[in-house]
C-alpha cells in the first residue's frame, strides 16, 4: 500500500480506501477522529452531541470485553488511533500487566477534565449561538 495522503479516501464508499484514509492521515486530521460521543447530561448541558477526547477524561465502555466499565483515559496514541485507560489491563501468559487499547467511537465521555482554558472556550461556542 503506498503511503500517500488524498482526502478522495474520505467520500469512498470502499472500506479499503476508508482504512487507507484513516490510516495515512496527518495529525491535524487525526485529532478529529479521537471524538466521542457525550452523558446525555453533558450534552444538554454543553449543546453538543461528542467532543474531542483528552488525557484524563472520565469514559465508559460501550464495547467489547470491558463493556460498562469507567475508567480515567491514561494516554492517547495519535499514530495508531488508539485510547489507552488507567486500571484497564489484562494478564499476559507470563504473568505481566499488558494496557489495553480502545477506538474512540467505542467510548462515551461521562466527565470532562476542564483545566485547559482552551477546551472551555470550545465548549461554551456552542452555549452562545
Known amino acids: 500500500m503506498e503511503k500517500k495522503f ?27 477522529f479521537f471524538s466521542s460521543n457525550l452523558k446525555k447530561d453533558l450534552r444538554r448541558k454543553y449543546l453538543r452531541r461528542n467532543f474531542p477526547l483528552r488525557k484524563g477524561d472520565t469514559v465508559k465502555v460501550l464495547r467489547g470485553r470491558f463493556k ?4 480515567k483515559i491514561g ?15 489484562v494478564a499476559k501468559r507470563d504473568g505481566t ?10 467510548l462515551q465521555i461521562t ?12 465548549l461554551e461556542r456552542n452555549l452562545k449561538k
Do not use: C, M, T, W
Not at 18 to 32: D, V
Not at 112 to 119: H, I, N, W, Y
Open 97 to 106: 500487566k499488558a494496557n489495553v487499547h480502545f477506538d474512540p467511537s467505542n
Open 6 to 32: 488524498s482526502k478522495g479516501g474520505k467520500a469512498s464508499k470502499r472500506p479499503s480506501k476508508q482504512r487507507k484514509y484513516r490510516a495515512n492521515a496527518p495529525l491535524h486530521i487525526k485529532k478529529k
Open 111 to 122: 466527565e470532562l477534565q476542564l483545566e485547559d482554558r482552551k477546551r472551555v472556550k470550545a
Open 68 to 71: 460498562g466499565r469507567s475508567a
Open 75 to 89: 494516554s492517547l496514541n495519535l499514530g495508531k488511533l488508539r485510547v489507552y485507560l488507567e486500571g484497564v489491563q
